[in-house]
């Protein structure tokens, strides 16, 4: 059997390794248009901000490795186009600009994402950069050493990261979002807004509802004039985080794709094509909150559907659980980590769920330090379903996120929740632990209606 891989980033590396070690047999091949693989582009904001030293460390595997590991691994081979009907691929090698043609028994599309660039005029200024991978991130840092006012142009995770790298690194900073919230596809407005308050108390100008319609050029000031529907700023550097698109343009027409343009997949990650599975950022992901499909470009996604979809090219072996979406981030010396549906898309799709509020300090008000932890939980009307949480705190709470996840996961009830078993220790947190907390507000306002 042999294995043809197109993209080699997390689902890439992880479709690769597990095809090795669950079928050793099968021939394995990538190809790949860049001359390296694995960047973990969320590295970026730490390389801008100074906490990392070394772009060149955000790389967590290489094509020498790879190769040791028995894998056929071209980079800098670009594939031009995909014939599913005859099993062949149309490849350009980027060093002599030979092309030629390949064939597979199988096909796995790890071709990921790419960035939005806003359909506005003056988007292609050389002083506007986007940014997701290495070679931008190696842009932007060397522009933002001779400008010490940066735009950023974005408000989701990206934007909201960068804004902090470069408050960090005592630049001046506007944020400039569309939506009347930060982080607007994570978190419902009250968390939004403390992530807010803590940007501006950093410095950071933060403008929402703030819609970027072109930029002009002035190129004897060597800046470039941005125009929103509410003011004009002048900029030396705006970096664009608009978030991402499924890059799945070889598929078209070949596959199912949803109305993202993303992959549609099964349970075992194959796709409308028998022979072609699918992983990563290409594909559209099932969403368990809703039950439905969703576009969730992440790493943590990409890396698990990439090791399945190894281990599935020849048989069905192991089923894709879903996602819960479940982040976290670092704001200054904060933490904020989500799972799940928050009240605002719930309600955008039409789902009955209540949403209940928990503050508190994390531990026993005689320990300190002491923070305190703020927890929203959505949960289902009919069924009590555990939905989605947000938190933040100023105490590194990022792991209960993933108890949150598991929840929803395992489809638990905030019945559940109250009352699953928690430690108890001064040192980390209180008597009935704060899972526990949020859920038995949830339970007495299920039960009083």
Not at 45 to 71: C, I, K, N, Q
Request: with cysteine; proline share 3%.
């Amino acid at each position: 059997m042999k294995v043809v891989i197109v993209g080699c980033t997390h689902a890439g590396v992880a479709a690769a390794k597990a095809i090795r070690h669950d079928h050793p047999e099968a021939e394995v091949l990538i190809y790949e248009r860049d001359d390296n693989v694995s960047f973990l582009s969320c590295g970026i904001a730490l390389y801008l901000g100074g906490e990392v030293s070394r772009l060149e460390d955000m790389f967590y595997e290489t094509p020498e490795h790879l190769r040791e590991l028995g894998v056929h691994v071209r980079d800098q081979h670009d594939v031009l186009r995909i014939d599913s009907e005859q099993h062949t691929v149309t490849v350009q090698n980027l060093r002599t600009a030979e092309v030629f043609t390949d064939t597979y028994d199988k096909l796995i599309m790890t071709t990921g994402s790419n960035v939005v660039v806003p359909p506005v005029l003056g988007v292609d200024d050389a002083r506007v950069l986007m940014c997701k991978d290495a070679r931008q991130a190696e842009a932007i840092f060397a522009s933002a050493q001779n400008h010490h006012h940066v735009f950023i142009v974005g408000g989701g995770y990206v934007g909201v990261e960068l804004a902090e790298a470069y408050a960090n690194t005592d630049h001046q900073v506007t944020l400039l979002q569309g939506h009347d919230q930060l982080l607007n596809n994570y978190v419902d407005q009250e968390l939004s807004a403390r992530v807010a308050d803590d940007l501006r108390a950093h410095g950071v100008d933060v403008q929402l509802e703030t819609r970027v319609q072109d930029f002009e050029s002035d190129d004897d000031h060597d800046q470039v004039l941005i125009h929103t529907n509410k003011a004009d700023y002048q900029a030396g550097l705006v970096i664009v985080c608009a978030g991402f698109v499924p890059n799945t343009d070889l598929l078209r027409g070949q596959v199912e794709l949803d109305r993202h343009g993303a992959i549609v997949t099964d349970g075992w990650l194959g796709t409308s094509d028998p022979d072609i599975l699918a992983a990563g950022d290409a594909c559209a992901v099932r969403f368990n909150p809703t039950g439905r499909l969703a576009y969730i470009p992440l790493a943590t996604n990409a890396e698990r559907q990439g090791h399945i979809a190894g281990r599935n090219v020849a048989s069905h072996m192991q089923r894709y659980p879903g996602t819960q979406g479940t982040t976290a981030l670092r704001l200054f010396k904060s933490t904020l980590a989500t799972s799940g549906l928050t009240q605002r898309a719930a309600k955008r799709d039409g789902i009955a769920v209540r949403a209940v509020i928990y503050r508190a300090n994390y531990r026993p008000d005689f320990m300190t330090p002491n923070a305190e932890i703020t927890i929203k939980l959505v949960y289902g009307v009919a069924d009590r379903r555990v939905l989605g949480a947000q938190i933040y705190c100023a105490h590194d709470i990022s792991q209960t996120a993933n108890t949150f996840s598991l929840a929803i996961q395992n489809q638990n009830t905030i019945d559940d929740l109250a009352y699953v078993d928690t430690l108890f220790n001064p040192h980390f947190d209180q008597p009935v632990n704060y899972l526990n907390q949020v859920a038995l507000l949830a339970v007495a306002q299920a039960d009083a209606e």
